[in-house]
């Protein structure tokens, strides 16, 4: 395991170790059944679009999310917004009310399969943001000890 992986798992709190589990889990599920009807229907490659589309998405949960280091506990705690609930609330009504329906409306023909590739972009986005957060918040821990080692080597 990877200094980075292996500092990093035993610093997480629950919250973040179950939304990366959750996360992985719903797009391997959504993968699965999307290449499974890529390769019984043909689904036509443009359908990638949506993944596409979901990730761009899913940038607007990477500026509603903030994940910080707390100092006492040495660990990283992730916090939400009132906007990251209620675009998980209407991302989940347009999935089960609209979605399918809108996207018939369009003439998509695998409308089902075109919602899976949205939320995997989302969900992939939602991934990625976790990540390089935490990335942002040790570097930005690192530098501070630097800034500290600099200050204390340069007063001796």
Do not use: C
């Not at 973040?16 to 490659?45: E, H, Q, S």
């Amino acid at each position: 395991m990877g200094v980075r992986k292996k500092y990093i798992k035993h610093r997480v709190d629950r919250r973040l170790r179950r939304l990366n589990r959750t996360l992985l889990v719903l797009i391997a599920l959504m993968l699965l059944n999307v290449a499974y009807d890529a390769i019984v229907f043909k689904t036509p490659l443009y359908y990638m679009g949506f993944v596409l589309g979901g990730y761009l998405v899913g940038g607007i949960f990477r500026r509603t999310a903030v994940i910080q280091f707390k100092m006492e506990t040495e660990s990283f705690e992730f916090t939400t917004s009132a906007v990251y609930v209620l675009l998980t609330i209407l991302l989940l009504v347009f999935r089960y009310a609209f979605g399918k329906s809108l996207l018939e409306n369009f003439h998509v023909v695998y409308a089902s399969d075109a919602l899976y590739l949205f939320f995997i972009g989302i969900y992939y986005s939602k991934w990625r943001m976790v990540l390089k957060k935490i990335d942002g918040v040790i570097y930005q821990y690192a530098d501070q000890k630097l800034e500290e080692n600099k200050e204390d080597s340069v007063i001796t």
